[in-house]
């Protein structure tokens, strides 16, 4: 079975690899980055590399991801909380969202979420929603 046909498209998930390899491997940083930039897959993993050099942390380090998406002119967003102070379930949050952003989910986890939907190699809209990052 096809991964693609393991994790098939719901009302708050899309499949989708921005792997230019289309490989299934720990890049969430870099595809959900790529995918949300429109900036090649590549020319992300490169900045960000360049990036890592400068302030020391690693490419998956969530200090140095806040790094990268600052010098790119994101903005971080805190964790959102329901009106009771609960968090938002991936599915919860892709139907109030709109447009286009970064999240933490599931704790180490990294997607894009766009029109309405996490686009992941997997679905992962039963985490709850860390931080999140939005364009200017």
Not at 64 to 75: H, M, N, P, R, T
């Amino acid at each position: 079975m096809k991964r693609s046909q393991k994790y098939v498209d719901t009302e708050t998930f899309h499949f989708h690899n921005q792997n230019p390899k289309n490989r299934i491997t720990g890049d969430c940083v870099f595809r959900a980055i790529s995918l949300a930039t429109g900036k090649p897959y590549n020319e992300c993993v490169m900045e960000m590399a360049k990036k890592m050099c400068e302030t020391g942390y690693a490419l998956n380090d969530k200090k140095g991801e806040d790094a990268y998406l600052k010098s790119i002119g994101w903005i971080k967003q805190k964790q959102p909380r329901k009106s009771d102070n609960t968090k938002y379930t991936g599915k919860e949050f892709c139907k109030i969202f709109k447009g286009t952003c970064v999240a933490h989910i599931g704790g180490h986890h990294m997607v894009c979420i766009k029109d309405g939907q996490v686009w992941d190699i997997w679905d992962s809209t039963n985490g709850t929603i860390g931080t999140y990052w939005i364009p200017v």
